[in-house]
């Protein structure tokens, strides 16, 4: 079993629809819960990062990280056709950073 | 500051040909590490380092060599490349107190015939 499972999508949705993007764990010991955004032929650029459970927002994205059920989500509001890239949850225990396999999205205007 | 710098941008390799992947970063970042990027895999970490002259294995470092003579560089050494190989390979470097962000490089794309 993998430590990070990510749904693999692909998700295509509508110009602003909101958005829910969730990845499971298994390793009680990970501290920090990040998301990444992809462009194709890009590296990985920090969206957000938490630490603790509940809620955390920056604009139109909201963390959600709920440590009793090892679930964490990443909601998007208003989506854009500039959102339109992959997403990867990732996580991190002392010095490792485990990835999710990543979700697809693509926004239709 | 140019951040993290990955060279090559595009290698094709032989089996069995050996190649080095070139990483620097400009932010005084103690910890770096390496990953390959597969379809529907995510990203994998090779191996990682938290200070000049000290390195670690993670997740899938078969095949793989790496070594820290300074804060800034920290080269991947493919030793007899493969076919399962094939792949793009970025480089990450943060600092390592705390939470601190990790910040990638632009990515090798990698073909082993």
Redesign the interface.
């Known amino acids: 079993q993998k430590e990070v499972e990510q749904d693999p999508g692909p998700l295509s949705v509508p110009e602003g629809a909101i958005v829910s993007l969730n990845c499971t764990y298994s390793n009680s010991a990970f501290q920090y819960f990040m998301w990444y955004r992809q462009y194709s032929r890009k590296g990985p650029e920090l969206l957000m990062y938490t630490y603790s459970s509940g809620n955390k927002e920056d604009g139109r994205f909201t963390a959600q990280v709920d440590k009793s059920s090892k679930y964490i989500s990443l909601f998007i509001r208003d989506s854009q056709p500039s959102d339109s890239a992959t997403y990867l949850c990732a996580m991190r225990a002392f010095n490792k950073f485990y990835f999710g396999s990543g979700t697809k999205l693509n926004v239709k205007p | 500051n140019a951040g993290?710098t990955q060279t090559p941008k595009f290698q094709v390799l032989k089996t069995g040909q050996s190649m080095t992947l070139q990483c620097a970063q400009d932010m005084n970042h103690e910890?770096m590490?390496w990953?390959r990027q597969d379809p529907?895999?995510?990203?994998?970490?090779i191996h990682?380092s938290?200070g000049a002259g000290i390195t670690?294995q993670?997740?899938v470092p078969n095949g793989y060599n790496v070594s820290r003579s300074t804060t800034e560089d920290f080269p991947l050494r493919l030793l007899s490349a493969a076919p399962s190989q094939t792949s793009v390979y970025?480089c990450?470097s943060s600092g390592?107190s705390g939470?601190n962000?990790?910040f990638?490089?632009?990515?090798t794309r990698l073909t082993v015939l």
Do not use: K
């Open positions: 993290v910890y590490s990953y529907g895999m995510g990203l994998r970490l990682y938290v670690d993670g997740e970025f990450a390592t939470y962000e990790q990638f490089g632009p990515g």
